[in-house]
T-cell receptor, first 112, second 116 residues
Framework: DTAVSQTPKYLVTQMGNDKSIKCEQNLGHDTMYWYKQDSKKFLKIMFSYNNKELIINETVPNRFSPKSPDKAHLNLHINSLELGDSAVYFC???????????FGQGTRLTVV | AQSVTQLGSHVSVSEGALVLLRCNYSSSVPPYLFWYVQYPNQGLQLLLKYTTGATLVKGINGFEAEFKKSETSFHLTKPSAHMSDAAEYFCAVSGRSGGSNYKLTFGKGTLLTVNP
């Protein structure tokens, strides 16, 4: 069983479109994250949710809107996609009792 | 505030040679420190972590790291490199950031290549 799963793994779309990336964790963790990895492999936190509440928002454009319907899911919706949004997006989860973060396999988003 | 500096964006070693990947951190609170590995087109996998206790930490695949508070360092080592160790390695630090959860801040990564 995959602990943190993201769909889709690859996403190619045109500028201006709206797209969503889904993330689910089956670890029973109460905190979930979205990270963005750029072309230089730099990993930067975007959002963090704890028990469905937004805890961290790292000055991400309003076009990015996370949604957490329950503790096991954290989806990322992106409006009006731009070329600069092309990156690999990683979902992660963590238990508040254990500082180890578990990462999904990533979603490679390409905006053309 | 917290930050991580990984010295050397690319390290190249011969198979069987010592691997040393350098990491220095900055944290306003006692840090938790991590090394993650990323193989091509894969997610991040935890190699090892330091939270409290013994400062020499052993991880998977023969890697270890030593937390040195006086030097604010957490360098990753492996006595003998294997071809399968070729990957991107990330050092990370965590500390509380609002509410009850931790925020992981990553270094820029070090690409390790292993030559036959």
């Amino acid at each position: 069983d995959t602990a943190v799963s993201q769909t889709p793994k690859y996403l190619v779309t045109q500028m201006g479109n709206d797209k969503s990336i889904k993330c689910e964790q089956n670890l029973g963790h109460d905190t979930m994250y979205w990270y963005k990895q750029d072309s230089k492999k730099f990993l930067k936190i975007m959002f963090s949710y704890n028990n469905k509440e937004l805890i961290i928002n790292e000055t991400v454009p309003n076009r990015f809107s996370p949604k957490s319907p329950d503790k096991a899911h954290l989806n990322l919706h992106i409006n009006s996609l731009e070329l600069g949004d092309s990156a690999v997006y990683f979902c992660a989860s963590m238990s508040s009792r254990n500082t180890e973060a578990f990462f999904g396999q990533g979603t490679r988003l390409t905006v053309v | 505030a917290q930050s991580v500096t990984q010295l050397g964006s690319h390290v190249s070693v011969s198979e069987g040679a010592l691997v040393l990947l350098r990491c220095n951190y900055s944290s306003s609170v006692p840090p938790y420190l991590f090394w993650y590995v990323q193989y091509p087109n894969q997610g991040l996998q935890l190699l090892l972590k330091y939270t409290t206790g013994a400062t020499l930490v052993k991880g998977i695949n023969g890697f270890e790291a030593e937390f040195k508070k006086s030097e604010t360092s957490f360098h990753l080592t492996k006595p003998s490199a294997h071809m399968s160790d070729a990957a991107e390695y990330f050092c990370a630090v965590s500390g509380r950031s609002g509410g009850s959860n931790y925020k992981l801040t990553f270094g820029k990564g070090t690409l390790l290549t292993v030559n036959p």
